[in-house]
């Protein structure tokens, strides 16, 4: 199975703030990398895919980099709604893995 | 508007079963992969079983093979999970999802919540 790690497992920053938190995959997955947001109590919401690709609907401020092992989620200018957790998964190869998440809390 | 909306969880004794549903509309069901993807309380996302458009192919994650299956009506719009031989640590929030090409999950439910205890 693939391994997904996320750094740092939680950051805390200010309104404003560039944020950037990676994602590991334990072996060569191409571009097949998702991200998710997660709001507590709330169903995970789909952002990027195939590695750099924003989802319809998601504000620009989020981007997505990265292909082989190592990816990046950044946000550019971090707004109060967007504290969440955020998760990366695999879809090269089944199963289907979700990294351990980062959590992303203000200041 | 695409809406998914998960029922059947509930409070199961270890070694019971229970049938998840996920009732979909706004899309055409049949032309789409779905999956399922659990999550214990406190804890980080797990996806636990997916099935092709069709339903000729299923895939499970270790932790639940030989014991979930998954299974779709396309006439009905439905998406289901069989669980049998329930075990504590399955007790999570499961959540239905909409997979478009390469397994990517576009679209999730609320959530139901299956509880194991004695």
């Known amino acids: 199975d693939i391994q997904m790690s996320q750094s740092p497992s939680s950051l805390s920053t200010s309104v404003g703030d560039r944020v950037t938190m990676t994602c590991r995959a334990s072996q060569d997955i191409g571009s097949f990398l998702n991200w998710y947001q997660q709001k507590p109590g709330r169903a995970p919401k789909f952002l990027i895919y195939?590695?750099?690709s924003l989802q319809s609907g998601v504000p620009s401020r989020f981007s997505g980099s990265g292909s082989g092992t190592d990816f990046t989620l950044t946000i550019s200018s971090l707004q109060p709604e967007d504290i969440a957790t955020y998760y990366c998964?695999?879809?090269?190869?089944?199963?289907?893995?979700f990294g351990q998440g980062t959590t992303v809390e203000i200041k | 508007e695409v809406q998914l909306l998960e029922s059947g969880g509930g409070l199961v004794q270890p070694g019971g079963s229970l049938r998840l549903s996920c009732a979909t509309s706004?899309?055409?069901?049949?032309?789409?992969?779905m999956s399922w993807v659990r999550q214990a309380p406190g804890k980080g996302l797990e996806w636990v079983a997916g099935?092709?458009?069709?339903?000729?192919?299923?895939y499970y994650a270790d932790s639940v093979k030989g014991r979930f299956t998954i299974s779709r009506d396309n006439s009905e719009n439905t998406l289901y999970l069989h669980m049998d031989s329930l075990r504590v640590e399955d007790t999570a929030v499961y959540y239905c999802?909409?997979?478009?090409?390469?397994?990517?999950?576009?679209?999730w439910g609320q959530g139901t919540l299956v509880t194991v205890s004695s």
């Open positions: 998964q695999q879809s090269y190869s089944s199963p289907l893995t």
């Open positions: 999802a909409k997979s478009i090409p390469l397994w990517s999950m576009d679209y």
């Open positions: 099935i092709r458009g069709s339903g000729t192919s299923t």
């Open positions: 706004g899309f055409t069901f049949s032309s789409y992969a």
């Open positions: 195939a590695g750099s």
